[in-house]
Each structure stands twice: as structure tokens, then as C-alpha cells.
């Protein structure tokens, strides 16, 4: 995860954008929190849609970054 692009809350519903890099491409990401306990991160990578949701939003970000890498076999260490 590189940065905080912008954040936006209203109420119990909070929403941010991430940029994160895949490969040497750097995609926006956006989180949502969907209840108190679910995060989904989607984006763009290569022209193709990916979604993952987890239990906090850094762990949505870092499974949307791994889905975006398995999708063109890229392997991070």
C-alpha cells in the first residue's frame, strides 16, 4: 500500500482511495466499509475489475493488490 489518496466520511460509512502499485503500475484502489467488521477494495488493474473484502481495510487492500498480482503472475516477496 502506498499512500492515502483522499478520505471521505459520512456517518458510519467511510470511503478511501489508495494508490497501490502492481508491478510498476500504479492502480487506484478504493475502499468502503460495508459493516462493522467488512472492508471491500476494488480497482482497476490491466483493464480488469478486482474485489476483495476482509475483516480491516488494510488487509482489503493488501488481498485486492495479491488478486491484481496472481491475475498476471506477478509474485511478491
Known amino acids: 500500500m502506498q499512500s492515502v489518496f483522499s478520505i ?3 456517518g458510519n460509512f467511510r ?16 475502499t468502503n466499509k460495508r459493516s462493522k467488521t467488512a472492508w471491500v477494495a476494488s480497482g ?3 483493464g480488469k475489475r478486482h474485489s ?11 488481498q485486492w493488490r495479491e488478486s ?6 506477478i509474485q511478491s516477496f
Do not use: N, W
Not at 476483495?52 to 493488501?62: C, D, I, L, Q
Open 8 to 10: 471521505l466520511g459520512l
Open 15 to 30: 470511503m478511501a482511495e489508495f494508490i497501490v502499485r502492481v508491478g510498476d503500475e500504479p492502480c487506484l484502489v478504493t
Open 44 to 46: 482497476e488493474y490491466m
Open 52 to 62: 476483495s473484502e476482509h475483516r480491516t481495510e488494510g488487509a482489503a487492500v493488501k
Open 68 to 73: 491484481a498480482q496472481r491475475d498476471q503472475g
